[in-house]
């Protein structure tokens, strides 16, 4: 099965950043996409960044400017380089895979990012 590991979250001031890994192991053979989503208290989880199985990458408007995903293939692994961290930011953070084969949705555990003013 197709097993998602974030790891990179803990606390940091505003202003600063953070950079999360989601590494993919098992026994998949390719993805369509890969996703950052990020949950907060009282809201529902939300599409934070993507990078699609060409390169394509879309940010969620609230971190446009501030956040990029990037991929590397060698690893299996995506990255979510998080800079000028606002405390609006603070949530858990998930790592997210559509899986082409095996085919299925796939996610991590959650990595806890929380940024104190």
């Known amino acids: 099965q197709v097993q998602l590991v974030e790891s990179g979250g803990g606390l940091v001031q505003a202003g600063g950043s953070l950079r999360l890994s989601c590494a993919a192991s098992?026994?998949?053979?390719?993805?369509?996409?890969m996703d950052w989503y990020r949950q907060a208290p009282g809201k529902g989880r939300e599409l934070v960044a993507r990078?699609?199985?060409?390169?394509?990458?879309n940010y969620a408007d609230s971190v446009k400017g501030r956040f990029t995903i990037s991929r590397d293939n060698g690893k299996n692994t995506i990255y979510l380089q998080m800079n000028s961290l606002d405390p609006e930011d603070s949530a858990v953070y998930y790592c997210?895979?559509?899986?082409?084969?095996?085919?299925?949705?796939?996610w991590g555990q959650g990595t806890q990012v929380t940024v104190s003013s």
């Open positions: 098992g026994s998949w053979l390719s993805m369509s996409a």
């Open positions: 990078i699609t199985s060409s390169g394509a990458t």
């Open positions: 997210h895979a559509v899986g082409v084969w095996p085919p299925g949705n796939y």
